[in-house]
Structure formats: C-alpha cells, structure tokens
C-alpha cells in the first residue's frame, strides 16, 4: 500500500506513467516491416496516452483520431487533411431482429480495380482497444477501387447482399431493407494550435526492472600487480 500511495503521488504532482515516453504510429508497409511514421503524421507527442477512437469527423472520407491521456490535455483530436484522391465507402447499420446497434455484424466487401476482385472484412465492435470505442460507423477505405458486391452477416445469423453500391457515400442499412443514401453536409473547421513542450526535469531518470548486466572484462595478470580493462567493440 505505501508503494500505492507513493506512487499515486508522483502523478498527483505531475510525474509521468510511461517514463516521458513519445507516442508512436507505425505505418503498414504491406512487407514483413513496419515503417516508423510517428514523426510525419504529428503523433510523437509526449504525453501519458491512453484511449484512442478512429472517426470521420468531419465527412471529408477520411479517418480523423481522438485519443486521450492522463496528462493534459487531456483529450487531443488531429484531423487527416491528407490529399490522396482515395475513394472511401461507409456503412452505418441497424437491426431490427438483432440488437439495434448490430454489435457483432460482419461485413465483407468486394472491390476492383482494372482486374480481378480483392475483399475487404471489418466486424461492428463494442469497444477497440483500452476504454476506447470507435465510431459506429464501418469505413472501407478503397483507395483507387470501386465496390462491387457487399456482404452482411447480421448478429442474428440473417445475410444480405448488395451491388451497385457508390464510391464516396454514405449508407445506412437496416436489417431486412435496402441501403439508404445518408447525405454529408457536414463541415469542421478547427484553428491549428501549437502546444509548448513540456519541460523534462533535469533529475529525471529511469529505473531498470532488474539489474543490467556488468560489462565484459579481461583480467590480465602481470608479475607485479592485477590491471583489469574493459573489452571494446569498435564498428
């Protein structure tokens, strides 16, 4: 308990969880690598995340983020400005004999691009990740394709199938019906702010979860007296 308590107090005073550590975002670079784009993408924050919830907040096609952290601010939100031309598909349900949220549908999209069909599966979730719950909104990102056929598996076991669906739009599907075209009007526009640093204490340090090993050491024996030297490895 004293530790608790101790450390309870190293946060009510400002101390940090994670050691001061920078939030990281890797990027899929569809090989056996992941490449580090924390930097370019302004997610290298300093500060104790926590939850982060994916969302198309402003209904330009593309994901906007949430997260929060203990420390302040306490909620941050970064909206994707980017400009690729990528084409998008979101999908909103709602059953009728499932439950109305339609938690635990599973929906499978067919694409195509100048060629054979690719598909795409995304399940409707009641939370992602530590105290966190996403938009229920189901966005296919579609990059220069466009959709063919879509799937649905209710929650209930019931199935339906659609084509003919349109790129760049929004659709709200109950269960049993046909899909109704949901019109975007909506327009966010939030002024860029610029937050200082926060300052790192100059007695700041980390302490290991075990001992660290002691360096390799030659001892080298001589007539008159023992000298010991640390073994190098320069490259």
């Given at each position: 308990?004293?530790?608790?308590?101790?450390?309870?107090?190293?946060?009510?005073?400002?101390?940090?969880?994670?050691?001061?550590?920078?939030?990281?975002?890797?990027?899929?670079?569809?090989?056996?690598?992941?490449?580090?784009?924390?930097?370019?993408?302004?997610?290298?924050?300093?500060?104790?995340?926590?939850?982060?919830?994916?969302?198309?907040?402003?209904?330009?096609?593309?994901?906007?983020?949430?997260?929060?952290?203990?420390?302040?601010?306490?909620?941050?939100?970064?909206?994707?400005?980017?400009?690729?031309?990528?084409?998008?598909?979101?999908?909103?349900?709602?059953?009728?004999?499932?439950?109305?949220?339609?938690?635990?549908?599973?929906?499978?999209?067919?694409?195509?691009?100048?060629?054979?069909?690719?598909?795409?599966?995304?399940?409707?979730?009641?939370?992602?990740?530590?105290?966190?719950?996403?938009?229920?909104?189901?966005?296919?990102?579609?990059?220069?394709?466009?959709?063919?056929?879509?799937?649905?598996?209710?929650?209930?076991?019931?199935?339906?199938?659609?084509?003919?669906?349109?790129?760049?739009?929004?659709?709200?599907?109950?269960?049993?019906?046909?899909?109704?075209?949901?019109?975007?009007?909506?327009?966010?526009?939030?002024?860029?702010?610029?937050?200082?640093?926060?300052?790192?204490?100059?007695?700041?340090?980390?302490?290991?979860?075990?001992?660290?090993?002691?360096?390799?050491?030659?001892?080298?024996?001589?007539?008159?007296?023992?000298?010991?030297?640390?073994?190098e490895t320069l490259s």
């Amino acid at each position: 308990m004293q530790a608790w308590q101790a450390l309870g107090k190293i946060l009510r005073d400002g101390g940090s969880w994670s050691g001061h550590e920078r939030n990281c975002c890797f990027l899929n670079t569809q090989s056996d690598q992941f490449a580090d784009v924390s930097s370019i993408v302004g997610l290298d924050q300093v500060s104790d995340s926590r939850a982060i919830a994916l969302v198309d907040w402003d209904h330009d096609g593309d994901l906007d983020l949430w997260y929060s952290n203990r420390t302040a601010p306490r909620v941050r939100y970064l909206q994707n400005d980017s400009k690729t031309g990528n084409r998008y598909l979101a999908i909103r349900l709602q059953g009728t004999k499932s439950n109305r949220d339609a938690i635990g549908a599973r929906l499978e999209l067919e694409t195509t691009l100048e060629g054979p069909t690719s598909k795409s599966i995304q399940t409707l979730r009641a939370g992602e990740g530590y105290l966190a719950q996403s938009s229920k909104w189901i966005h296919f990102g579609l990059g220069k394709s466009q959709p063919v056929k879509l799937r649905i598996r209710w929650p209930g076991g019931a199935e339906q199938s659609f084509s003919r669906m349109k790129s760049n739009t929004r659709y709200l599907i109950v269960e049993g019906q046909q899909p109704q075209e949901i019109a975007s009007a909506r327009a966010v526009e939030l002024a860029d702010i610029t937050l200082p640093e926060p300052r790192v204490p100059s007695n700041l340090r980390i302490v290991p979860a075990r001992p660290l090993p002691w360096p390799v050491e030659n001892v080298v024996l001589t007539d008159s007296f023992t000298s010991v030297f640390r073994t190098e490895t320069l490259s």
